[in-house]
């Protein structure tokens, strides 16, 4: 994280996920997938008030099934927006807001958060807003 003046801070963060299974040996089981992730973070104090940004998104990534079986990840990338505000009113009390957008790839099954709406069906997006108070003891 790195601090500007005036209030300022930025971030950027960078990941490469990598996943894998042994001791399958039926064709066609999972054997590895792996991507790429990135962010890219921002706030900014105004007096009491903070406003927070983000980006994200991860590729689709490549992977492998056992017995040389094809795999493919076509549709498996996904982007998240999210912008929060926030209210202090004191070093230990806050009121905050956000609003987050998931976009996933056609082929892509994700929440960013527990529902009870049901499962989520491939390649649909989703969005959150969220209002609350966060007090630090």
Excluded at 16 to 41: C, D
Excluded at 122 to 129: E, M, N, P, W, Y
């Amino acid at each position: 994280q790195y601090s500007f003046p005036d209030n300022w801070k930025a971030e950027i963060d960078i990941a490469h996920l990598s996943y894998s299974e042994t001791g399958q040996t039926a064709a066609g089981k999972f054997n590895s997938y792996s991507n790429y992730t990135w962010s890219v973070n921002v706030e900014k104090d105004i007096g009491a008030v903070s406003l927070v940004g983000n980006y994200g998104r991860e590729t689709p990534g490549t992977c492998s099934l056992t017995d040389s079986v094809a795999c493919s990840t076509t549709g498996l990338q996904a982007a998240m927006l999210n912008l929060g505000v926030g209210y202090s009113f004191s070093k230990s009390t806050e009121v905050f807001g956000v609003l987050s957008k998931y976009m996933t790839g056609q082929s892509a099954y994700a929440q960013n958060v527990y529902s009870d709406a049901g499962t989520p069906v491939a390649g649909q997006d989703s969005t959150i807003v969220a209002l609350g108070i966060l007090h630090r003891f």
